[in-house]
């Protein structure tokens, strides 16, 4: 016999990547999951680390999602506050667009 009950997800951490595992099983139809996020807030790494300095090691374009580009970087290695604040791609494109508020 067959187990046909449905998958369910647990998703650890509302950063760039559990974000995106939460878009992508949304738009496979998967509605069985669930975003466990230890702060008040999305983010990860980039909520958590605050040293002074704190830059992106990658240019900032290629830091975004291809569904939610973000035309609006301030410069090539975007600083900690261009990710996180509200206009970033991770919230605007995502947390807040495409995926219900992370638990």
Same mark, same amino acid.
């Given at each position: 016999m067959i187990d046909r009950r449905? =998958?369910?997800?647990?998703? =650890?951490g509302a950063?760039?990547?559990g974000l995106l595992s939460a878009v992508r099983l949304k738009e496979a139809g998967e509605a069985h999951f669930t975003v466990y996020e230890k702060g008040d807030k999305? @983010? @990860?790494t980039w909520r958590e680390n605050r040293y002074p300095g704190l830059t992106c090691d990658v240019p900032s374009h290629?830091?975004?999602y291809s569904f939610a580009?973000?035309?609006d970087?301030?410069?090539?290695?975007?600083?900690?506050f261009n990710v996180t604040s509200s206009r970033s791609p991770i919230v605007t494109g995502c947390a807040s667009t495409y995926a219900s508020t992370p638990r």
């Open positions: 449905p =998958l369910r997800f647990a998703i =650890l950063g760039m990547a999305v @983010g @990860g290629s830091y975004t580009p973000n035309p970087w301030s410069r090539r290695a975007a600083a900690r």
